[in-house]
């Protein structure tokens, strides 16, 4: 089985992550790019009108034999809008995938990312995890919305996060 990350993100987090996990599991990595240019408004139009963005092609090699493992920010409770087409693409198909998505968990854990995927691919994910940079923080003094949005991973935190990808959550 042949292992292929892809991504997508906005403000590094994810991508840094993605690339480190790549590295590891000796997998493509394939980077998300979007034709538009993106802002938290858009973010927010995308999610109110269920809008899906205009991305460059990278899904015509993708087979039967690849298992995907998409790695991508959470906005506003659902994963980053770039991602759906190529979660149409994977409808009617049988490609295997995972989520990740390494988010900022003011709220704790976003609770709808698996069903979300699971709609938008037809088919359930094997795996969703949803990493907290709240996690990578100390509990005390609790950190702002602002500070957990505003975060960004160091390569210590990624060397950790793929660590716990790997072992704890057996990628
Ligand atoms: C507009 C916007 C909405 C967000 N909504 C959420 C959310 O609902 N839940 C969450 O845990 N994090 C949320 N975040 C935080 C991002 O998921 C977090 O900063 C992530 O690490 C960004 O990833 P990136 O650097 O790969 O783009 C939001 C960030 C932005 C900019």
């Known amino acids: 089985m042949n292992k292929i990350v892809i991504t997508y993100s906005f ?7 993605a690339k480190a996990l ?6 493509e990595l394939l980077i998300v790019k979007e034709k538009n240019k993106r802002s938290v408004l858009t973010i927010l139009l995308d999610t109110v009108f269920n809008r899906t963005p205009k991305i460059e092609d990278i899904v015509k090699d993708l087979d039967q034999e690849d298992q995907l493992i998409f790695v ?3 906005w506003f409770g659902k994963i980053a809008s770039p991602l759906r087409p190529v979660f149409s693409f994977l409808k009617n198909k049988t490609i295997p995938y995972v989520i990740i998505s390494l988010s900022a968990g003011a709220d704790g854990i976003n609770p709808n990312l698996e069903k ?3 709609k938008s691919t037809g088919k359930a994910p094997l795996k969703t995890i ?8 100390p509990v005390e003094p609790k950190p702002s919305r602002q500070m957990l949005d505003a975060y960004r991973l ?3 935190d990624t060397e950790f996060l793929v660590e716990k990808l790997l072992y704890d959550f057996k990628l």
């Open 130 to 137: 949803n990493l907290l940079i709240k996690d990578l923080l």
């Open 11 to 17: 403000t590094g987090n994810n991508g840094k992550l």
């Open 22 to 27: 790549a590295e590891k599991l000796n997998a």
């Open 116 to 118: 979300e995927a699971s």
């Open 154 to 156: 160091t390569d210590q």
């Open 72 to 74: 991508a920010p959470v």
